[in-house]
T-cell receptor, first 110, second 115 residues
Framework: QKEVEQDPGPLSVPEGAIVSLNCTYSNSAFQYFMWYRQYSRKGPELLMY????GNKEDGRFTAQVDKSSKYISLFIRDSQPSDSATYLCAAEKGRRALTFGSGTRLQVQP | GEEVAQTPKHLVRGEGQKAKLYCAPIKGHSYVFWYQQVLKNEFKFLIS????????ETGMPKERFSAKCLPNSPCSLEIQATKLEDSAVYFC?????????????FGDGTRLSIL
């Protein structure tokens, strides 16, 4: 079993929809959680970085962490065609290697 | 600079040849990480540095892979006697050193093709 599990999708939504992306993790030692967006032939771009359980909002993006159930989510409001990309969740124990989920491909249809 | 800079963008080598990849971390960042991305977005951690010192090399294949981060030079990842299975995108990431943990920022990668 992988330490970070992520539904690979693909996920197709109409423009303006709310998108929900989810990951689960199994290792209680993970303390920090990230969401990255990766466009084709580009590097992962940091979207959200969280430490504690709860919600963190940045513009159209909200990251949610529930450490009791080992569940992390990313919500995208008012989705745009430019949001079409692969979304990667990642977990870290602190100044250490990231453990990535397998990524979810998102397609936002105009 | 403000971005992690990786060179070259694409590197083609024949099986058995040497490959060397470079990474300039964001200015002021003390940690450098190397990852290998193979099929279906699978990221494999290779090695990390704190300044010029190896911080964690648990993911590094021992036999053919080596890496360095020397002062005033880009970090490098070198693969000797390349094999077909080394074909992948190699990403470098860097992060600041502060009292609290800081996120990693990635470059755009070097696509290594072994023929």
């Amino acid at each position: 079993q992988k330490e970070v599990e992520q539904d690979p999708g693909p996920l197709s939504v109409p423009e303006g929809a709310i998108v929900s992306l989810n990951c689960t993790y199994s290792n209680s030692a993970f303390q920090y959680f990230m969401w990255y967006r990766q466009y084709s032939r580009k590097g992962p771009e940091l979207l959200m970085y969280t430490y504690s359980s709860g919600n963190k909002e940045d513009g159209r993006f909200t990251a949610q962490v529930d450490k009791s159930s080992k569940y992390i989510s990313l919500f995208i409001r008012d989705s745009q065609p430019s949001d079409s990309a692969t979304y990667l969740c990642a977990a870290e124990k602190g100044r250490r290697a990231l453990t990535f989920g397998s990524g979810t491909r998102l397609q936002v249809q105009p | 600079g403000e971005e992690v800079a990786q060179t070259p963008k694409h590197l083609v080598r024949g099986e058995g040849q040497k490959a060397k990849l470079y990474c300039a971390p964001i200015k002021g960042h003390s940690y450098v990480f190397w990852y290998q991305q193979v099929l279906k977005n699978e990221f494999k951690f290779l090695i990390s540095f704190q300044n010029e010192n190896v911080f964690d090399e648990t993911g590094m294949p021992k036999e053919r892979f080596s890496a360095k981060c020397l002062p005033n030079s880009p970090c490098s990842l070198e693969i000797q006697a390349t094999k077909l299975e080394d074909s992948a995108v190699y990403f470098c990431a860097s992060s600041e050193y502060r009292e609290s943990n800081q996120p990693q920022h990635f470059g755009d990668g070097t696509r290594l093709s072994i023929l």
